[in-house]
């Protein structure tokens, strides 16, 4: 009974951390953002659902520790998407505060942010690649 307890306390808190993470994209607009970039209204049903599927998902592999062995491609894949993610909200968190047009102001650029933004994501991306392969 102890562990039944347990497991549904640990559950409901990650349900009520992974919900406040998803209000927190709903809020800063994280996901309608992507939706108008991508041009894919039609298809928001999608986004909603894969949302509150990876929200479960993540809830699941934190409470319960699985031991998930994904060969190279499945790796590969992981990674990929969760660069996408972090990269996403990192990009959505900028925005909000205005990050860019402030850089661009104070520097007097007036062409070529894409190419900050581009170099800012290759050098995260290098960055953390040389992490992984030198395992700082």
Partial sequence: MHRVFLGVMGF???????????????????????????????????????????????????????????????????GLFSGIFVGGWIMALAELLNVFPVFTRRLNLTKGTSWIVVSLALGKTLGSLMQFYKGW
């Fill in 12 to 78: 409901s808190g990650g349900a009520l951390v992974a919900g406040g993470v998803v209000a927190l994209m709903v809020g800063l607009g994280i996901i309608t953002r992507f939706i108008g970039i991508s041009h894919t209204a039609k298809h928001a049903k999608i986004f909603e659902t894969f949302i509150c599927l990876g929200g479960i998902a993540g809830n699941l592999v934190t409470v319960y520790y699985p031991v998930l062995s994904f060969n190279w491609p499945g790796l590969l894949l992981l």
